[in-house]
T-cell receptor, first 113, second 118 residues
Framework: GNSVTQMEGPVTLSEEAFLTINCTYT??????LFWYVQYPGEGLQLLLK?????DKGSNKGFEATYRKETTSFHLEKGSVQVSDSAVYFC????????????FGKGTRLSVIA | GAVVSQHPSWVICKSGTSVKIECRSL??????MFWYRQFPKQSLMLMAT?????????EQGVEKDKFLINHASLTLSTLTVTSAHPEDSSFYIC??????????????FGNGTRLTVT
């Protein structure tokens, strides 16, 4: 079945540091890939997405590229801010039918000033 | 953008009582909604798929008689935790995908409901 594996946290960075959160997936066919962010006590917000190989999703300085050859969708940001502190979830969706998302375990990011 | 409203945002109830959580799509129609459960510092676990006008589909290990799901309209799904016990305390999150939108498009999430059973 489909699955998502993302790097274990927590990740602690200083402000303006470079961020990478690794995500790899296993899926049949050609899934769509997503990164969601969850701030404390809140639901999930879509951060970015990519629907086919070599697509790059980007939003708020975050980027991730859909790499079919390595089945990866790593999240990156060049310069993190304290306000980026949150839990980040990588997820995939099968492109057949109205199917739920399959989530990775989440990576907690703490950015310190 | 598509907004999913979930209510209440938090609830405290006594053991043995029932709690209803509402999930509404405010500016789109959703024939299917998904209910997730999240334990502290863990990922989201899919509980069930709620289908408008028909029975919900539950994931393995989820008690359908305990977690009653009703999807009465294209904009409303409810989850009722019946005879709640302390082990049901958790963060429940609903989500929906706009009907008719291309397959594989993102889910939109409510802000979640934190349930505490005392």
């Amino acid at each position: 079945g489909n699955s998502v594996t993302q790097m274990e946290g927590p990740v602690t960075l200083s402000e303006e540091a470079f961020l990478t959160i690794n995500c790899t997936y296993t899926a049949t066919g050609y899934p769509s890939l997503f990164w969601y962010v969850q701030y404390p006590g809140e639901g999930l917000q879509l951060l970015l997405k990519a629907t086919k190989a070599d697509d790059k999703g980007s939003n708020k300085g975050f980027e991730a590229t859909y790499r079919k050859e390595t089945t990866s969708f790593h999240l990156e940001k060049g310069s993190v801010q304290v306000s980026d502190s949150a839990v980040y979830f990588c997820a995939l969706s099968s492109n057949s039918g109205n199917t739920p998302l399959v989530f990775g375990k989440g990576t907690r990011l703490s950015v310190i000033a | 953008g598509a907004v999913v409203s979930q209510h209440p945002s938090w609830v405290i109830c006594k053991s043995g009582t029932s709690v209803k959580i509402e999930c509404r799509s405010l500016d789109f129609q959703a024939t299917t909604m998904f209910w997730y459960r999240q334990f502290p510092k863990q990922s989201l676990m899919l509980m069930a798929t709620s289908n408008e006008g028909s029975k919900a589909t539950y994931e393995q290990g989820v008690e359908k008689d305990k977690f009653l799901i009703n999807h009465a309209s294209l904009t409303l799904s409810t989850l009722t935790v019946t005879s709640a016990h302390p082990e049901d305390s958790s963060f429940y999150i609903c989500s929906a995908r706009e009907s008719g939108v291309r397959e594989g498009s993102p889910l939109h999430f409510g802000n979640g409901t934190r349930l505490t059973v005392t």
